[in-house]
């Protein structure tokens, strides 16, 4: 058996991705940063990520139907802090971050690199998260830029093309 510490250290060696989820229920909005997104299928298209069973977010998703994914740009470093952090309320998340509602009453994010716009599918207890997977219906993707990376603890950029 090993412990969490050791399956992290390995984990330094997987570049991700850095997403900010957003989702709404019970009049409720949350959004949080999130590293673990991936597809998972393409016919029908799904993707997936998970979410820490201690996360704000877990609980609004658990009553929640739908969700958007946005990929963060090279430039979204604070987003993607400001997206960490516990402390700050639903309301704070929204009055500090430029946003619209689609027509679900989720907050879509200004400026991201793309956008992923679902149907929650399932959310499964696994270990001391929930794996999601969501059923994606609309993707907006934008041509100019290049997405934020995480990379052995620290933000990164793109690097050449080999
Ligand atoms: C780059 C990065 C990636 C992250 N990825 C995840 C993730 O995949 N799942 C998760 O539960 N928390 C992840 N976190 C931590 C959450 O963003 C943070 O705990 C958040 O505050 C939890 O949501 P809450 O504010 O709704 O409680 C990540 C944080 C960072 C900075």
Redesign the pocket.
């Known amino acids: 058996m090993i412990d969490g510490q050791k399956l992290r250290a390995g984990m330094r060696a997987v570049p991700?991705a850095?997403t900010v989820v957003t989702t709404a229920s019970n009049g409720r909005t949350?959004g949080?940063?999130?590293?673990?997104?991936a597809s998972v299928s393409l016919e029908p298209p799904l993707v997936c990520?998970?979410?820490?069973r201690?996360?704000?977010?877990?609980e609004v998703l658990m009553d929640a139907t739908r969700l958007v994914i946005h990929v963060l740009r090279d430039d979204q470093i604070e987003l993607?802090?400001f997206?960490?952090?516990?402390d700050?309320s639903s309301e704070e998340q929204l009055a500090q971050t430029p946003h619209a509602f689609d027509e679900h009453g989720v907050p879509i994010l200004k400026d991201a690199l793309a956008v992923f716009s679902c149907n929650l599918v399932s959310m499964s207890e696994t270990g001391d998260?929930s794996l999601v997977v969501a059923h994606v219906d609309a993707v907006y993707s934008n041509e100019d830029g290049d997405p934020l990376v995480?990379y052995n603890r620290g933000y990164c950029r793109v690097g050449d093309r080999l």
């Open positions: 991700t850095v949350r949080a940063t999130i590293g673990s997104f990520f998970n979410i820490s201690d996360a704000q977010l877990h993607s802090n997206f960490a952090n516990k700050r998260s995480f």
